[in-house]
């Protein structure tokens, strides 16, 4: 019998390598459900054998139809995880000791694998220091401070085309390229300088940063003028900080605001660093500036004097700057209920994918994400598989409202909408995702 094979899971996430990052990620939602006719006419009735399909099938259409009784089915399964099936202990004392020689080839493994680990660690390290002076000159350009330079913008041009070719081969209807004519001196002087809002932009065209990010939120982000990346010296992390500029003392005090990601020690059961917990800045906000709360007014009338008076509360809410404050992992000692836990999981898978995201893809690429280029690669779906798949226009949004949604966040020409961030191609697998038997 051939075996299948089980599909990742979103959750299931990688190291921040690029050793062990998958071309694409499965989801059990792309899985079919099992199809069960409602009626079996006598031609085609078949007796189904255990292990059969139709055997399967029928198991399941019951369940569905008994949800006390899936229920309870459910409830058995989940019990039986990680108890052994007793296979291992029926095997004879020879063979089993053979397998416990095999555990203790396992064990030198996953030392020589925790090496590896903390080797390509230090290797990103070491690279992290030569990408400084391309952030630098990024960042002088984006600030106005510098023009870039005609061998950086006749390399820029010749990527650019070679990007347009490879669409136009792709499109039989497009239109030829207008000719690119540089700007004269007159016009450089005119302009503003720099690139205004790249970073807003460059956030707003990340799918998940997107879902985070209102119209309130944006007054702010068009003074974000750098992010950086750094390594955590003596433990596995990094940091995160974001360089504002003067514009945004409007709304707080702080000039740059940082997260902070650390791993554990010790390395997984699958070799790689193991999310730990992330630590924010704490915002120093202006006065009635503070775009984490807002103020809900309400009447109420006084049932003796027939009096109205106006109530103030700050409640809060939605806001890109939540992201410095991440909430925390529970301890075993929370009695939380079962719903808020996962809510907190959640979110805390969700803080660790936008770090991991922001580090791997976002720093290193945002020129991609300022033009959209970056949104080509989104869903795990490359430029190597464009040609084997084709584009499903079912989902897209007909309302014809292209600047904000329903909630107030951004949506960026061009970016597409997304529930919550996407799985990131690398990163540190999450603590509540290491038991293997889970």
Do not use: C
């Not at 029928?58 to 229920?71: D, E, W």
């Not at 903390?118 to 106005?144: D, M």
């Not at 000039?255 to 010790?266: H, M």
């Not at 410095?324 to 079962?338: A, G, H, V, Y």
């Amino acid at each position: 019998m051939e075996a299948r094979q089980i599909p990742q899971s979103e959750a299931d996430l990688t190291a921040p390598t690029p050793q062990n990052t998958p071309a694409v990620h499965s989801t059990i939602s792309q899985l079919s459900r099992p199809q069960v006719p409602d009626t079996i006419g006598e031609d085609e009735e078949e007796i189904p054998t255990i292990g059969s399909d139709a055997a399967t099938a029928g198991a399941t259409a019951n369940l569905a139809n008994h949800p006390l009784l899936a229920s309870l089915v459910q409830s058995r399964l989940h019990g039986l995880v990680g108890r052994s099936s007793g296979y291992i202990a029926s095997l004879p004392p020879t063979i089993r000791q053979r397998v416990d020689g095999l555990n203790g080839i396992q064990v030198e493994h996953s030392k020589i694998e925790a090496d590896f680990q903390k080797e390509v660690l230090e290797l990103e390290k070491k690279y992290a220091h030569k990408y400084q002076p391309l952030y630098e000159r990024r960042l002088q350009i984006i600030t106005g401070k510098i023009e870039p330079s005609e061998s950086e913008i006749a390399a820029g041009i010749k990527a650019a085309e070679e990007d347009e070719d490879d669409s136009d081969e792709s499109d039989e209807d497009a239109e030829p390229r207008p000719p690119r004519v540089p700007p004269t001196a007159e016009e450089l002087a005119q302009d503003p300088k720099g690139v205004p809002q790249f970073w807003v932009t460059v956030l707003g065209n990340h799918p998940g940063l997107s879902e985070l990010i209102t119209e309130r939120d944006q007054a702010a982000l068009k003074h974000l003028e750098d992010i950086r990346v750094s390594y955590l010296d003596g433990k596995p992390g990094f940091k995160l900080t974001f360089y504002f500029g003067q514009g945004a003392k409007e709304f707080f005090e702080n000039t740059l605001l940082e997260k902070t990601y650390y791993y554990q020690d010790e390395v997984g059961y699958t070799g790689d660093f193991v999310y730990d917990r992330a630590e924010g800045t704490k915002i120093d906000w202006k006065e009635g500036k503070d775009l984490t709360v807002k103020v809900e007014t309400k009447k109420q009338r006084n049932k003796n004097t027939n009096q109205t008076r106006v109530v103030k509360k700050v409640v809060p809410t939605d806001s890109f700057f939540t992201f410095f404050s991440p909430p925390s992992p529970p301890s075993e000692d929370d009695d939380l209920p079962e719903d808020e836990q996962e809510d907190i999981e959640q979110r805390l898978e969700l803080d660790y994918q936008i770090g991991e995201d922001l580090k791997d893809r976002i720093i290193p690429r945002a020129i991609d994400f300022f033009t959209g280029k970056a949104l080509r690669y989104e869903d795990g779906v490359g430029e190597d598989f464009s040609g084997d798949y084709d584009d499903d226009d079912d989902d897209d949004d007909d309302d014809g409202d292209d600047d904000d949604d329903e909630d107030g966040r951004l949506v960026v020409p061009g970016a597409k909408k997304s529930k919550k961030a996407p799985v990131p191609p690398s990163g540190a697998t999450p603590a509540s995702h290491q038991d293997p038997q889970q």
